[in-house]
Each structure stands twice: as structure tokens, then as C-alpha cells.
């Protein structure tokens, strides 16, 4: 069975300084992995190499068996960044639409059970949105479709109490492989 996530080595360098260093990692589906530590550790840089939005400097990335940069395999990645940036006049209904639209029409049902279950008031535009409510939007983002994979960068900055329960209940069930890249807390 090929894994979810398989690093090889990977390192990646700005001059000097090397953000990461020769890890090597696998993560199966089903399992829930943290990488958990200080700023400028590595963190959301290894995120992003498995996206293919960053290249390594030297070693490998694959996730779900191939390159992040596959559109078959990216839709199959639900990903939270850890600084959502949509545009201003964005509803979240919109984005959800838009960005839904990459791996086909979003279903409907199962964005209005998210929209409820998170308390998000999806006609709002993005400039009008609280930053909490703003995570939620990337939190449906993440979750619809129901991916092999969920790449959460800091998911629970800025959410209420019941969107952070939500998301603990959620993730002790599911199916796919986690990989959560967070501060000392979590």
C-alpha cells in the first residue's frame, strides 16, 4: 500500500539557514501526525513542500504516491493554511463555490452540514468576517470532499470553543491521514 505522506531526506535552505533538515517521514492513511514547535522551525515549510509550493533543496517529497503538483492528487488534499487570504469582496458562499469547483461541484449538502456544525454565516464577505469566522471558512475549505489527506497549518487560531470541539471530534474519527502543524498547543 503506498503511503499518504513519504519524505525522503528532505531539507530545505534559504542561504544560511536551513529550515529543514534531512527528515525523513511516513505517514499512512488513518494515522494523525503533529509537528509541533517554535516559529521558524520547519513547520509550514514542510507543509508547503508536500503542496509543491515550495521546492526542496535536496531530498523528496510524495504525497498520496506521487507530487503535490498533480491536480488529480491536490484534490484530494484538503489544506488549511496558516493565513487564509481570499479576496475582500469574497463571500464565504463564494469561495466555497469557487475553490469547490477544482475538484468538481461542491456538494451542497455536505458544505450546508459543515456551514452548520462550525456556526458560519456564509453570505458575509470575507473583509466582514471576524478572523475566527474567517478560519472557519478555511476550516470548509479544508474539509469538503472529504479528503485523503487534510494538511491543517495552525488550525485552531482564532476559533470559539465549539468550532475547536468540532474539530477535535472530527478528527479522532477520521478516515484519511492528518497531518497538523502547530505551536505548543494544540
Known sequence: ????????????RWGDFTAVD????????GE?????????????TTARMLLDFLHPTSGSAKVLGGSGRDPAIRARIG?????LDLPRTM??????????????????KEVDELVE???LNTERRFHEMSTGNRRKVGLVLAFMGSPDLLILDEPTNHL??????????TLTTWAGAVLVVSHDRY
Open 32 to 44: 494523525c501526525y503533529a509537528f509541533l514547535g517554535r516559529n521558524g522551525a520547519g513547520k509550514s
Open 22 to 29: 534531512r527528515l525523513t517521514l511516513t505517514v499512512e492513511a
Open 1 to 12: 500500500m503506498t503511503a499518504t505522506i513519504e519524505l525522503r531526506e528532505l531539507t530545505k
Open 117 to 119: 456544525r462550525l456556526g
Open 91 to 108: 463571500t464565504g458562499m463564494e469561495a466555497v463555490d469557487y475553490f469547490g469547483s477544482v475538484g468538481g461541484a461542491p456538494d451542497r
Open 79 to 83: 489544506y488549511l493554511p496558516g493565513d
Open 160 to 169: 470559539d470553543v465549539q468550532a475547536i470541539e468540532w474539530l477535535e471530534n
